[in-house]
């Protein structure tokens, strides 16, 4: 009888234990169709897996989600939808240059020359890069791919960026993750600059 007392009390105790089910901060956004709209401005099908939602603080993203292991340092994976990437130009190339210019300039990244390929989003022509970059001080790499779209007249982008040490291979299996966020993401209404 005491085994039996001495264990419905363990079960009690290891039950109270218990982690508390993770919070989806996704919830509030999730549609019965399974997209996820944001500010009632763009619909999307979340990127999933470990990707986590970002509270940002800064304008220069419109929305982004990260992950990251513990494996090493630094291990870490963004991808963001930007309304107002670095540059002026509406046209595509030249604007790539304009942001490259900018882009990840407070992390001293020197970039080698991007890979440009033609494509399209929303209709639209679009532009997409691929660059790596390295930061010599602290060893670190990162490996960056950026499309370039149009919302009306305005020239928007995806990013795409994925940290590691210099002497650890990047693991591009997660772009696809990028490609179907991007591939699903939808504007909801004319952007405030399309309704001047």
Known sequence: MTRILCASLLLLFLGGCAAPPPVDRLASLRQGDGTLVWQGEYAFVSPGGDWQLIT??????????????????????????????????????????????????????????????????????ALVATIEGVEPVKGQKVWSKVLFGLRGERVVAFHYNQWRPASVPFDLAEVADFDRFVGSFRFLKPSFFELL
């Open 56 to 125: 940002l603080d800064e304008d220069d993203y419109s929305l982004a989600f990260s992950k990251s292991c513990d494996a090493f340092f630094p291990c870490q994976s963004t991808l963001a939808y930007a309304e107002e990437p670095f540059g002026y130009s509406r046209d595509l190339e030249r604007r790539q240059e304009e942001f490259f210019k900018r882009y990840l300039w407070a992390s001293r990244v020197v970039f080698a020359a991007p890979h440009l390929e033609k494509s399209t989003f929303n209709g639209s022509p």
